[in-house]
């Protein structure tokens, strides 16, 4: 849902204290976009897939993972928030902690969990967007009907079902998973 305000260049610290009314936005092209509250399911897809790949990247020293409160400062100057990012250590050469701020560039690999209210264009903006900023993989995770797409480019490469691999590829090399057990039911 796009919030009517008139455009304007926004600070950092004006957009980051946003956040204080409860809600999330990402800016797109001078205008605040309120990226709603997500579900159960969508938070617990986002959090399961960010926990095991923060997990590997810290074990293998490969970068840092982010969750989607964390923003990304595009050439563009939009700022975006994937529902699950992760920046390789060649991207944070000579940081030894992480900004304060937000990251400027786009994260190496950004994750994108489909909500209902998510548009098909919405979707695809933000994926030619990514690539445009040199993301170098995207995975969107579709709950409702339980795939994953792959994309290397603004068009998708791989169309992964529960039976398939989630590969994190050269971006993150060595880490895999099985695609169903991001739709796994509870077994407790």
């Not at 975006?80 to 786009?106: I, M, N, T, Y």
């Not at 169309?159 to 050269?170: H, K, M, S």
Request: one cysteine or more.
């Amino acid at each position: 849902m796009t919030i009517s305000i008139e455009k304007k260049v926004w600070t950092d610290e004006e957009f980051m204290a946003l956040s204080k009314d409860g809600h999330r936005y990402e800016l797109v092209n001078g205008e605040l976009v309120n990226m709603g509250n997500s579900g159960m399911e969508h938070g617990g897809i986002g959090s399961f897939l960010g926990g095991l790949l923060a997990i590997y990247v810290r074990q293998h020293k490969l970068g840092t993972v982010c969750d989607s409160s964390t923003a990304f400062t595009l050439k563009n100057g939009n700022k975006r928030s994937p529902d699950v990012s992760f920046v390789s250590k060649e991207r944070l050469k000579g940081l030894k902690r992480p900004p304060r701020g937000f990251f400027p560039g786009s994260p190496d690999l950004a994750v994108e969990i489909l909500s209902p209210s998510n548009t098909v264009e919405e979707i695809h903006e933000k994926i030619v967007e990514y690539f445009d900023n040199d993301t170098r993989l995207v995975w969107v995770i579709h709950p409702d009907e339980k795939y994953v797409l792959v994309y290397h480019s603004p068009e998708p490469d791989h169309f992964l079902r529960p039976q398939d691999t989630l590969e994190g590829e050269a971006i993150i090399p060595g880490f895999s998973m099985s695609v169903a057990e991001l739709f796994e039911e509870w077994d407790f």
